[in-house]
Structure formats: C-alpha cells, structure tokens
C-alpha cells in the first residue's frame, strides 16, 4: 500500500532531525569514503533529487512523464549560463534559479496533461525529451566551448566538500518533499491521480493541481541537474539523454520513488547497477536492459521495490507487537480497521456544533432540465424545488436518470437543457468546482475515496479548510469512523462511504448530493446511518437530496420523495403519498418491494 510520506513520525521537528542525521552522516562518509566512491555518491545524490520529482508526477499524481532529465538538463543550461556569465550569489542562489526555469518548463510541458493521460501523455513528454535532446545537441551548454568550468561554492570546494553540499541539497529537497506531500497540495496530487471528478467536486482545480504536481517535479529535477553541473563543472548533452530518461522513469517505478527513502534507494541503485557490470567486464549499457526488466515486472505484478520493502518491515514490526502482547496485553496496537459495527455507533450521544437551519425557502430550484446523449433522453423536462433544511428523496429503478440528474446539478454535465438555480443564483455554466466552492457538494455511487492519504488528510482536503482539527475529529466521532490518523487503505469500502459523507460535512455545504451513501453497509449500519442523517439539517443546517434504493431507509429519512422513470418526474411529494402511488409502484414492480 502507498504512503505519502516517508518520514513516521508527526510534526515538523522529527523530519528535520531526520534531514540533520543524514547530512551528520553525509560528513562522515565524505571522510572516510575513497575519492571514487565520493564522486559516484554525487552522481547517485542528483538521481535521487530528480527521482523524488518523478516521485510527485508519477507515484503521487499518477501522471506518466518520461522527460524528467531534459528538466534536469534546464536547471543545467541555467546554471552554465549563469556561471558564464560571472552572476552573483554563485551556485547557491544559481541552483534555485536554475530549478524555477526548470519548473517553467515543466509546467508548459504539463499542459497537455490537463487532456491527455496514460500512454497518450506519455507519447508527449517522450517527444518533449527527444526535442531537448536534439536541441542540446546543437546549442552544446554555456561554457564548455570556452572551458569556463562551473564554480562550486566557496564553502564545499574539493569533491569531499561538494559531497557534503550535495547532501545538504538532498536532505533539503527530501523536507520539501516531505511537507509538500503533507500540505493541501500534496493530497490534491494523490486525489487526482485517484478521481478527476472527485477531485472537481471537493472544490480543487484540477488543472491547477496537475500544473502543480509537473512544477514541482521539474523544480526538483532542475535542482539535480544544477547540482550535476557543479560536478562535473563542464556540462554535456550526453548526460541528458532520451534513453537515461525513460531509465530514470522506469526506476522510480521500480523503487517506488513517492517515498522518500525508496527515492534513495533507487539513486543507489541508479550507480550501482552500471558500477557492478563495469566491475565484470560487460557493457554499462546492460544497465538499462536490467532497470526495464525489473519495470516490466514491477508493472505486470503491479509491486514495487519500495512496496515490498515497507510489506516486510511492517510483518517485523507487527511481529515484534505480537511478541510483546503477551507480557504487556495493553500494549497492542490494531493493524486494521472494520467496519464499524451497531455498538460502536453512539450516533445520539455525539455532539457536534454547527449552524443553526435558517427559515424555511426555495434552496435548491430546476426548471425544464433536460439531458440527452445522442438519441437518447436521460432527463426530459424536470421540475425540482428543495426547501431549505429539507431531506428529499430521489428515487427511480435503475435507468431512470438519477445518477444523470446529481452529475446534473453538480456540474459534470454542463451541455443539459434549463436551468438550476441555488438560493436565487443561476449555476448555468458554472464548472463543479464552483459549484463546489458555492455550497454544492456530492457523494459518489463508487469509490472516490483515494487509499493514497490518511483520513484526516482526506477530510482536511474536502473541507478545503473550513475544518478546524477538533471539528474533523467531531464529524468522525459523529459517524463512528475511524480516527483521523488511520490510512485509508486499510478500511473497508463500506466505512469509506460513510468517511467520504463526514468530509463532505466537514465542508459546511448548503446542499449534499448523496448518491447510494449506504451502499456496502449492513442492515444495522443502514438503520444506524438513517439516524445520523437526519440529524444533519438541524445540526449543520444542510439540505440533503437522496438517492437510495433502500426503502428502509428512504422511509426514515425523508420527508419528500421524487420519483423518476425513464427520465421523467411520475410522482413527487410527502413521502406516504408518493409511495402509495399506482404509477410508482408499477415502475419498481420486481425491483423493490413496496408497501
């Protein structure tokens, strides 16, 4: 299972002692490493900044980019230049530099991924990387016609010295890494690699976030291939190559590089591989044959070496738990959550502040919504009112357009007939993140709930900060899931539902479209969920609109029902007077049993 980051513990502090212990421990190998082995230790340390970028647009965004050293090659064009030309600061101001420029690129670069995706994108970014490769070809780098040598700092002169400042470099992009993947940004990228269309309706801009994920991946890179200038101090085209990249790429699939310390490991494994087939004679050229073998094993079995690594020392750890349980019981740590069971849900007894419903009043109106795909009419001429405050439900048998009017309203179909209106405002034209970011959230019939983050993470980032902690913790306690620091990977999907409806709450949304929110739960957990939501317009001051097969639980819910056939309203009103309707009941004739 994937983890956002690589450093365990909580808080800023524990990561920057970790950052602190490796550039301790970079001191030391500089001394004591031969002078070999200390060059080599650079060339790995440049693999690994630009592995932790692949790390971002690929393991975190799920974006495939196969041209992370022609960014590498920017940050070192930048850097030559500026040293050609004798600019201030000298490499610790140039490298930055060199790694915006490189950020530029990326996120021009990136713009198609805003519509392609797979091996479409893929395609680009290798045309973009042949492009630069031909390109540098013919420019050559600033310098190395006239022998100008890049300057290394004053500070780290020698190559133990500048080993020690690379390691400074990479214990710093390793931090930012880190707090990237832990801020809004960080969750944006793994949600949208998970759901573009859960993504929209949290509220977040996926185009910005795909641009982001791209800068960033190309800052670093453009970092590394400063870093590599400083180096080698004469910069050549060959280090960039079409082929070094997609090897690159290959290995951070392989290593499985959105970690931190697996970003390492493939650095290592990057000069460990030509330097152990150097050793016996053969071509370093079999390098890239080993690192795609090992790809097309990692993406045939779909593990990874980072993967694997993490599998076996969490077995240890548990093992080690296991051990101590029998002298110490109270020690025990539960290694995954279930699905909430009836005693654990004491919905009544929870206690969450929220607004006050306000009076009574036309929230939520449609006139005349009509939705076709080709020759067929998904919704023909539909009529909607909710009150403010309200529970309402939509029902229909399957077919009958209930899925295409909540995408409807939430935006995902703009091209629909008629009109939608919330609170007076006309939401025609309006994207699903405004929709979103205007009071309109939706829950989704299948999973979009990304295992990438922890649940904390998860509501945090739907709430786009409208939550306080303690409120995310209330919500949580509300609908009896788990705590915030559980990863989302290791509960169920039923108990996902009910995460995803406590993050859309955390939001303060004026309305939430719930769409079969049950589906996966027990009869006990649907009688147990009923409870918690109607308690959400007096307590939150949201009006709910429905979709549920479950008439168990539409009875005790729902004060209104609409129902739908074949894209058409046949019945809407109280909900005793609808469901005792004869047209209603002969269009759920042999799909539900209505009494």
Not at 114 to 119: A, F, H, K, S, Y
Not at 267 to 291: A, C, M, T
Not at 581 to 588: F, S
Request: proline share 5%; aromatic share 8%; hydrophobic share 50%.
């Amino acid at each position: 299972m994937l983890r956002a980051n690589s450093f365990p513990a909580r808080g800023p502090m524990k990561p920057l002692a970790i950052a602190v212990a490796c550039v301790l421990v970079g001191w030391l190998l500089s001394a004591v490493l031969p002078s070999y082995f200390v060059f080599l230790g650079t060339t790995a340390i440049v693999a690994m900044i630009s592995l932790l970028g692949l790390g971002i647009v690929t393991g975190s965004a799920g974006m495939m980019a196969l041209c992370q050293l022609s960014f590498a090659a920017v940050g070192a064009w930048v850097v030559s230049w500026l040293n050609s030309v004798d600019a201030p600061g000298g490499l610790m101001v140039w490298l930055p530099l060199g790694g915006l420029a490189a950020a530029a690129a990326g996120v021009v670069v990136g713009l198609p991924a805003l519509r392609l995706r797979g091996v479409n994108l893929a395609v680009v970014t290798l045309g973009f990387a042949a492009a630069a490769d031909l390109t540098l070809g013919k420019i050559q780098f600033p310098g190395t016609q006239t022998g100008i040598q890049v300057a290394r700092p004053d500070l780290f002169p020698g190559d133990r010295r500048y080993f020690l400042f690379a390691v400074i470099v990479l214990a710093l992009c390793s931090l930012l890494v880190h707090f990237l993947q832990a801020s809004r940004w960080g969750s944006g990228w793994k949600f949208v690699a998970f759901s573009e269309r859960g993504t929209a309706s949290a509220g977040t801009s996926v185009t910005v976030t795909k641009l982001t994920a791209f800068g960033a991946s190309a800052f670093l890179a453009g970092i590394g291939g400063g870093l590599l200038s400083g180096q080698v101090g004469l910069v050549y085209p060959s280090s960039f190559t079409t082929i070094q990249s997609l090897a690159l790429y290959v290995l951070a699939i392989v290593s499985g590089s959105y970690l931190i310390d697996m970003a390492v490991l493939g650095g290592i494994l990057w000069v460990l591989v030509p330097e152990l087939l150097k050793r016996f004679g053969i071509s370093q050229d079999w390098g890239f044959v080993i690192f795609g073998a090992l790809g097309i094993q990692s993406l045939t079995t779909g593990s990874n070496l980072g993967a694997d690594l993490r599998a076996m020392w969490w077995r240890r750890t548990q093992g080690r738990r296991k051990s101590m349980e029998v002298t110490s019981p109270t020690a025990a740590v539960p290694t995954a959550v279930t699905k909430p069971t009836a005693a654990r849900r004491p919905a009544s007894s929870a206690s969450v502040s929220g607004s006050p419903v306000s009076e009574a009043g036309a929230l939520l109106s449609v006139r005349g919504l009509s939705v076709t795909f080709g020759h067929v009419t998904a919704l023909s001429e539909v009529d909607l009112d909710l009150a403010e405050g309200s529970v309402t439900g939509l029902m229909g048998p399957n077919g009958a357009g209930k899925s295409t009017m909540v995408d409807a309203l939430a935006g995902f179909l703009p091209q629909h007939q008629g009109t939608i209106q919330l609170a007076g405002q006309s939401l025609n034209g309006l994207s699903p993140m405004e929709r979103a970011r205007l009071g309109i959230r939706r829950t989704f019939q299948q999973d979009r709930v990304p295992p990438t983050l922890s649940v904390g993470a998860y509501v945090r980032f739907i709430a786009r900060g409208q939550a306080s902690d303690k409120r995310v913790e209330e919500l949580l306690a509300f609908f009896n899931c788990p705590p915030p620091s559980t990863q989302l990977a290791r509960v169920d999907v039923g108990t996902r539902r009910l995460i995803e409806v406590a993050a859309n709450m955390a939001a303060s949304p004026r309305l939430l479209l719930l769409d079969e929110p049950a589906a996966g739960l027990s009869h006990e957990e649907h009688v147990s969920f009923a409870e918690q939501l109607v308690q959400l317009p007096a307590r939150f001051g949201t009006t709910l609109l429905l979709i549920e097969h479950d008439l168990d639980m539409v009875r005790s819910v729902c004060n209104d029902l609409v129902v739908l056939n074949f894209g058409e309203v046949i019945a809407s009103g109280q909900r005793d007077d609808v469901l005792a309707n004869p047209q209603v009941m002969t269009a759920y004739m042999g799909e539900l049993e209505v009494s």
